[in-house]
């Protein structure tokens, strides 16, 4: 039996995107928000929303306390934590579940283990699943000793926590130290846990992860793989399914692996099972994310199933809505994440105010936006924006309309991305899938950056931003829109221009 009311302890695109699955179940949705969110698209799409307190993400959005008195208040049964700030955490969980609520997620126990990447380890390699070679400890001598005998390049990590922080490769006996230290300081800033440890770095290798789906009871499905090795700074940017790179007997021995240990675990809910893979197709795991993935419509869109409604169900009734033989792949899907941020500037994040907004449609793109035209882009929370997602019935397809959808995409007000994803879409190694979690720093942004950094031509680019502005379409769009194609056209000022926009126009 369902649940009647349900908080969404979160904000932004993942907020809406609880929601509209609530909607569907006929649950009520319960927003909450901090004084910089009041009004938010998230809490106009939920059934009702509470105020939890200051913008600071430690006073509002990571607050415990006032996130259990706005579902007390509220009367919600059960709490769903999205991703990011405390979906992760094994205090919340344990906390929902002291109050009398259902934590829609895995146990406390379970991210408590998975959590800690050390603990992780030490799971996986009993449940037979490959892991990187590494070591771990406090004494700095017995570390550069296991270092040198790995070989460099090494790879500091923290044991908690998870997006790049804290993550260092070394190339040099030298400046291990050094990485250790500074690795500490920001773990410890980060995650309230110093503790770090080494794995030998793959060099050159694809981050493949593998959902997974557990009923707490040791049963447990995967939904196939993502392909996220599209990386900037360890933080992914176009995520995929399925991997061009992965065949069907590599696919199998993947998610053989990741369901071996969601049920060594009896994991409830859904998670993911990262893994690195060489050149020659070996793979070793890498970590659990105990929580839906930011790339999680991907898998939706590919499969036909909604993960939302599987953690719903798994919650209230203890089972898995589909058994392995009804998850089925059709064609080919792929993501990419729009933000605030300034490829021009080293990507830094942007706020301000959005003057005009324009999302791509079509019959086959999904838009999970967290913001319309109007609304602010605070400096408080993640600059993420929305996820355009693409479907096709192969690769080549769904690239197509990503590229077409990115290209119909219009933020005034605010830089953002865009001209980025434009051209790493259509960038030779991505078309082919020649790429791997090191290609876009070593091959692609050098020279992405010194067109992005040069001044724009002046009349071209107000000419294009005028017509934008009023709303002016050359004969081309115009030809294009009345056939219903949703890529606009090689005329367009906007796709010749390339990088090229005025600032605070993305």
């Not at 700030?85 to 126990?109: H, K, Q, S, Y």
């Not at 169900?313 to 589909?322: F, M």
Request: hydrophobic share 45%; with cysteine; net charge negative.
């Amino acid at each position: 039996m369902f649940f009647q009311k349900v908080l969404i302890a979160n904000r932004g695109e993942i907020a809406c995107r609880i929601a509209s699955t609530l909607h569907e179940l006929g649950i009520r949705s319960v927003a909450v928000y901090s004084e910089a969110d009041r009004g938010a698209l998230h809490t106009r799409v939920a059934d009702e929303a509470w105020a939890i307190g200051p913008p600071e993400p430690r006073a509002s959005y990571l607050n415990i306390e006032a996130l259990l008195e706005a579902a007390k208040q509220s009367g919600a049964q059960a709490v769903h934590p999205g991703y990011g700030f405390l979906a992760e955490n094994a205090g919340f969980a344990e906390a929902v579940e002291r109050a009398g609520l259902t934590f829609i997620g895995p146990t406390a126990e379970q991210i408590r283990a998975m959590g800690d990447k050390r603990a992780a380890r030490s799971l996986a390699e009993k449940a037979n699943v490959p892991v990187v070679p590494g070591a771990e400890g406090d004494d700095a001598k017995a570390l550069a000793k296991a270092a040198a005998a790995m070989g460099f390049p090494v790879m500091v990590k923290a044991a908690m926590g998870g997006g790049g922080k804290g993550m260092r490769a070394v190339h040099d006996a030298k400046d291990l130290a050094e990485a250790l230290d500074s690795a500490r300081r920001i773990a410890t800033s980060a995650f309230g846990d110093g503790t770090v440890y080494l794995e030998k770095q793959i060099e050159h290798p694809r981050h493949i992860e593998v959902q997974v789906l557990g009923d707490g009871n040791g049963n447990a499905i995967h939904l196939f793989e993502r392909e996220c090795s599209l990386q900037r700074r360890h933080q992914k940017v176009i995520e995929e399914c399925p991997s061009a790179a992965v065949d069907d007997a590599l696919r199998a021995r993947l998610t053989g692996a990741a369901v071996a240990l969601a049920r060594a675990v009896r994991y409830r809910g859904a998670g993911t099972i990262e893994f690195l893979v060489d050149r020659t197709g070996a793979f070793y795991f890498l970590e659990m994310n105990t929580r839906l993935q930011v790339e999680h419509p991907v898998t939706e869109l590919v499969t036909g199933l909604d993960l939302v409604r599987a953690q719903i169900v798994v919650a209230a009734e203890g089972r898995l809505p589909w058994t392995q033989d009804e998850v089925r792949a059709r064609g080919h899907a792929v993501e990419a994440r729009v933000y605030a941020e300034d490829p021009a500037r080293g990507f830094l994040p942007q706020s301000g105010s959005i003057a005009r907004l324009r999302w791509p449609h079509g019959a086959f793109l999904r838009v999970d936006r967290g913001v319309e035209a109007g609304d602010p882009v605070t400096v408080h929370y993640d600059p993420m924006m929305a996820k355009i997602i693409a479907h096709g019935p192969d690769r080549a397809t769904a690239l197509t309309r990503l590229s077409g959808a990115l290209d119909e995409t219009r933020v005034h007000g605010v830089i953002t991305n865009l001209p980025f994803l434009r051209a790493l879409v259509r960038d030779p190694a991505v078309q082919s899938g020649a790429f791997d979690t090191e290609w876009i720093e070593r091959a692609f942004l050098p020279g992405f950056e010194s067109i992005a950094s040069a001044p724009a031509p002046e009349l071209a680019v107000a000419a294009a931003a005028l017509a934008e502005l009023l709303g002016l379409a050359t004969p081309a769009r115009a030809s294009h829109e009345a056939n219903g194609a949703g890529a606009p056209a090689a005329s367009d000022p906007f796709v010749t221009l390339g990088a090229w926009r005025l600032p605070g126009l993305g």
